[in-house]
């Protein structure tokens, strides 16, 4: 893949993992490689980086989506050893108080584009119970990425990101009903089931029902509950939206994320 990268402009993602215990993405176009959230320790970071042929000292930027410590907890430490650029929004530096301090920190509107070398970044607003939540659509030539995670609820505005995506990484966080009569206590049921917490598997399958799919070669499933939802309920709910367009339907995991997958 290293070869691979230095011969293609095309748009790459990979993830680390994908859940409660920890997330990470990497988007790549060119010689650009980038990390959106680290909930991992740094040695884990290192490890699952070097299993998808990548090393830290040659990411150009971690983005941050919202201080929640399974997207987070890692940024600190992996940023301050290799001197890697933190780019978040206001609310979320505020959020993260002193150890925001000693980062270097590159603070972005969620209404404003920007770049990062060779990839174009379009942030955007969600709803969720974080200081200032964004997720991100990724660019690179002629092709993007859509990412959602970590939304209570669907917006006319993600509706509007989200549309017309080469690739879409969507939330399924929980089934209604497996929430409903799961572990978790009354309070934490009705924050992750409520508009401020994460999408379930009905709401994700509606919102793709909404979007252009046309050109979607890639739709990955991410952030599932490992106690509230399994992968044959996520495969039912945006399967049947999707009809044929399934078999392009993959599931992220938490321990073994999901390898490259390219834009073509």
């Not at 952030?223 to 009809?243: F, Q, Y």
Request: hydrophobic content about 40%; charged content about 20%; proline content about 3%.
């Amino acid at each position: 893949m290293e070869g691979r990268r230095r011969q293609n402009g095309s748009l790459r993602f990979a993830l680390l993992g994908s859940g409660s215990r920890g997330n990470g993405l990497l988007v790549e176009c060119g010689q650009t490689t980038i990390l959106v959230d680290c909930g991992f320790s740094l040695k884990e970071t290192e490890r699952r980086l070097a299993r998808l042929n990548r090393a830290a000292q040659n990411l150009r930027a971690i983005l941050v989506t919202h201080e929640h410590g399974d997207h987070v907890d890692g940024v600190g430490p992996l940023a301050r050893k290799y001197d890697i650029p933190v780019w978040l929004t206001s609310g979320t530096h505020a959020a993260l108080g002193a150890t925001a301090g000693r980062l270097r920190c590159q603070r972005f509107s969620s209404h404003e584009d920007f770049s990062v070398d060779e990839i174009a970044v379009h942030p955007y607003t969600v709803p969720h119970d974080a200081r200032e939540p964004c997720q991100f659509v990724f660019s690179g030539g002629a092709r993007r990425l859509g990412l959602l995670t970590d939304a209570g609820h669907i917006t006319a505005h993600i509706e509007t990101k989200l549309s017309g995506c080469d690739a879409l990484i969507l939330e399924c966080n929980h089934d209604s009903d497996m929430l409903a009569d799961g572990p978790y206590s009354a309070s934490l049921k009705k924050r992750v089931g409520g508009p401020l917490g994460h999408l379930n598997n009905d709401s994700s399958a509606a919102l793709l029902a909404c979007l252009d799919t046309g050109r979607l070669q890639h739709i990955v499933a991410a952030h599932l509950s490992e106690k509230n939802n399994t992968h044959w309920l996520v495969r039912s709910a945006l399967g049947a939206v999707l009809g044929a367009a399934s078999a392009r339907l993959e599931i992220a995991s938490q321990d073994g994320g999901l390898a490259w997958r390219e834009l073509v």
